[in-house]
């Protein structure tokens, strides 16, 4: 119904920056919120930042607040994360998830049971 495509990860130093891409195709109008998780070796998926298809409001782990950006273009069905001043701890496989269920709850968008659709997955890895 609703396939995900992620790109744009990749090795960077510390400090530096890169940009995620999520390209959504199938049944897009039934997309209401996106998300970016991340999955770093041995750890459970954790939540990065959402974004609700619509009005645009954002939510963001604490970790990320400052450095990263999640932002949406309807025109191209796509979503963004641009990440900066990366850090070795923002290594990990990173996840584009959409839900066509949001409730319009505000602490929902960080919860993993939200999104029934997912991506396969990049990798990001910030060397020290």
């Known amino acids: 119904q609703v396939q995900l495509e992620e790109s744009g990860g990749g090795l960077v130093q510390g400090g530096g920056s890169l940009r995620l891409s999520c390209v959504v195709s199938?049944?897009?109008?039934?997309?209401?919120?996106m998300a970016w998780f991340r999955q770093a070796p041995g750890k459970e998926r954790e939540f990065v930042a959402a974004?609700?298809?619509?009005?645009?409001?954002?939510s963001y782990t604490e970790s990320v607040k400052g450095r990263f950006t999640i932002s949406r273009d309807n025109a191209e069905n796509t979503v963004y994360l641009q990440m900066d001043s990366l850090k070795p701890e923002d290594t990990a496989v990173y996840y584009c998830?959409?839900?066509?269920?949001?409730?319009?709850?505000?602490?929902?968008?960080?919860?993993?049971?939200?999104?029934?659709?997912w991506g396969q997955g990049t990798q990001v890895t910030v060397s020290s």
């Open positions: 974004i609700t298809w619509s009005i645009g409001d954002t």
């Open positions: 199938g049944r897009t109008y039934s997309s209401s919120a």
């Open positions: 998830a959409a839900t066509h269920r949001y409730s319009g709850s505000y602490w929902t968008l960080s919860q993993l049971y939200t999104y029934e659709y």
